[in-house]
């Protein structure tokens, strides 16, 4: 039987980790594109809904990834009420200028820590009346 993530010992980069996969999932995200977004291994993804580890070393890149997508739930959780929109925003294509059409899920699957920065940044402008 699983555990509770906060009853079962896991260090804040473990249950930070798992938060942000959750999140993603989600957002209807593949492994492929949680993996390349939060820049860890597909075995490290495994293990993590597994909730199989304890603790887990991350590096600072990885853990600004998980800080991002953090973020970006909690400004889409402000400017979204409705679930559609909360969790199928980052599916749709978008006309802003910097994603061009694209879904910011494929912007931020790119693997690259600047889109996925930028993504947030953007979002986090949402709040504010910018975009």
Known sequence: MKNNLAASG???EAIGLCTAIK???RWGATHQQ???TLG????VLKRAKDVQFETIALESEQLGR???ILNMHAALRVLFENPVNLYGFVTMPNGNKFFDGRRPLDVIADGSFASLYETSRRLDGMLHGGW
Do not use: A, F, G
């Open 10 to 12: 896991q260090d804040s």
């Open 23 to 25: 999140i993603m999932e």
């Open 34 to 36: 949680i993996s390349m």
């Open 40 to 43: 860890v291994s597909r075995q």
């Open 66 to 68: 998980i800080t991002c």
